[in-house]
């Protein structure tokens, strides 16, 4: 069964969303112990019951070294080729925490594992409709306590990346998904604040 590791899984529907992948996958959703509980009180009164080859494991993204005891106490094989996604979080997280987890991440995944990374690009790099977003994103997350801090420019993440243990690194502008939107017509566009980092060993 293939490993696909979800880091900062939140409330992440995918093992209910997706059953037909889920059939061959172990999945591990990692978040932090409050943000799970909550969830499975959520699930519990939804009526959702987990999936058997869903496991959870709790880490602190700012205590990387965490991450591989939780990960193996839940049953993932650091000897076997895996999938990670981590989406929505290097924001909030000093790019020195970011380094670290790439680091950490980079130490358990066996040769052939593949990551996907979001993070935040400068102003520069975005549109005036993803800027207005992107303000309205960092009042709203300040106020609540959680601030978006890091907003880093491609080449500076390929290479925290690298120096992390990922020799294969790219970004992808979600600029390059337009074609996918063609033909619609209510709108909806590629949001050009985030950008995804896609690294691989």
């Known amino acids: 069964m293939a490993q696909y590791v979800d880091l900062g899984a939140g409330l992440n529907s995918f093992a209910w969303r997706r059953p037909d992948l889920m059939a061959g996958l172990a999945l591990f959703e990692v978040d932090h112990a409050a943000t799970q509980e909550w969830k499975r009180g959520r699930l519990a009164a939804a009526g959702l019951a ?7 494991a709790t880490a602190d993204f700012r205590e990387p070294e ?3 005891e939780a990960l193996t106490d839940a049953g993932f094989d650091p000897a076997r080729a895996s999938i990670w996604s981590w989406l929505g979080v290097i924001q909030y997280l000093p790019l020195a925490a970011v380094g670290s987890m790439l680091r950490a991440v980079a130490g358990l995944a066996a ?5 996907v990374a979001s ?3 400068p102003d520069e790099l975005m549109d005036s409709a993803s800027v207005e977003f992107t ?3 960092r009042a709203f997350t300040a106020r609540i306590g959680e601030p ?3 907003w880093v420019a491609p080449a500076e993440i390929e ?6 243990g990922w020799p294969h690194v790219s970004s992808l502008n979600p600029a390059s998904f337009a074609p996918w939107f063609a033909g619609r017509t209510d709108g909806l566009a590629p949001v050009l604040a985030e950008w995804l980092l896609v690294a691989e060993k």
Request: charged fraction near 5%; hydrophobic fraction near 40%.
């Open 66 to 68: 965490t991450l591989g």
């Open 159 to 164: 290479a925290v990346a690298q120096a992390a």
């Open 50 to 56: 987990c999936p058997p080859n869903l496991h959870f």
């Open 148 to 150: 978006q801090i890091t």
């Open 135 to 137: 303000e309205l994103t």
């Open 119 to 121: 993070y935040g690009v």
């Open 111 to 115: 040769p052939g594992s593949k990551l």
